[in-house]
């Protein structure tokens, strides 16, 4: 069974530091992964994707992928109270297999 | 260009009733995902409709279905609700069969 695991939380980060998001997976066949924000009462809104080795910025974000050890992870630069919230990491086949598998989620407080 | 519009936002049934929902993707996108989220569960896959064809099913039973119009809008139905479905019930549409996904607002449904 295809899993992907998170620690749920809550990870508290000081304002302005780097917070430092983790999500291993079980599925080797797993080929791209996504980092979603999930606001309280809100649905998920899309942060990052990521299909190779290596790591891929984006403004305050950075994801990181190692396939060998099946590990994602998802860094926040200049942490901002706006950034708590629920971080979820979701991993899929590509190509039009089983949809994404979702880890359950970190809760990230970011503390002024 | 619009998001992916649900509805409705927020329904109440009782057990033994069925409810349809209603999803309409963003325009130009052909694949749309449900998902339920719990607080239990986190967010599990439900099923995925490309070009009016289910593509992937979860690990769901046979009371949860879904369909998909030529206009790529989709519904779900859940027949004969038990407490347990209560949820938010997300969608989400990408324009390629497993490419990025993109939620919808979620239909919060309450099984009393």
């Known amino acids: 069974q295809k899993e992907v695991e998170q620690n749920s939380g809550p990870l508290s980060v000081p304002e302005g530091a780097i917070a430092s998001l983790n999500c291993t997976y079980s599925?080797?066949?797993?080929?791209?992964f996504f980092w979603y924000r999930q606001y309280s009462g809100k649905s998920p809104e899309l942060i990052m994707f990521?299909?190779?080795?290596g790591d891929k910025e984006d403004g305050r974000f950075t994801a990181q992928l190692n396939k060998a050890s099946q590990y994602v992870s998802l860094l926040i630069r200049d942490s901002q109270p706006s950034d708590s919230a629920t971080y979820l990491c979701?991993?899929?086949?590509?190509?039009?297999?089983?949809?994404?598998?979702f880890g359950k989620g970190t809760h990230l407080i970011i503390q002024p | 260009k619009a998001g992916v519009t649900q509805t409705p936002r927020y329904l109440i049934k009782t057990r033994g009733q069925q409810v349809t929902l209603s999803c309409s993707p963003i325009?130009?996108?052909?694949?749309v995902s449900w998902y339920q989220q719990t607080p239990g569960q986190g967010l599990q896959f439900l099923f995925e409709?490309?070009?009016?064809?289910?593509?992937n099913k979860g690990n769901f039973p046979g009371r949860f279905s879904g369909r998909q119009f030529s206009n790529s809008r989709s519904e779900m139905n859940v027949s004969t609700l038990e407490l347990g479905d209560s949820a938010l019930y997300l969608c989400?549409?990408?324009?390629?069969?497993?490419?990025?996904?993109?939620f919808g607002p979620g239909t919060r449904l309450l099984v009393l």
């Open positions: 989400a549409s990408s324009s390629l069969v497993q490419e990025t996904q993109y």
């Open positions: 599925d080797r066949g797993s080929q791209s």
């Open positions: 990521i299909y190779s080795n």
């Open positions: 979701a991993g899929g086949a590509g190509g039009g297999a089983d949809g994404l598998t």
């Open positions: 325009s130009g996108h052909r694949s």
């Open positions: 409709y490309f070009s009016e064809t289910q593509r």
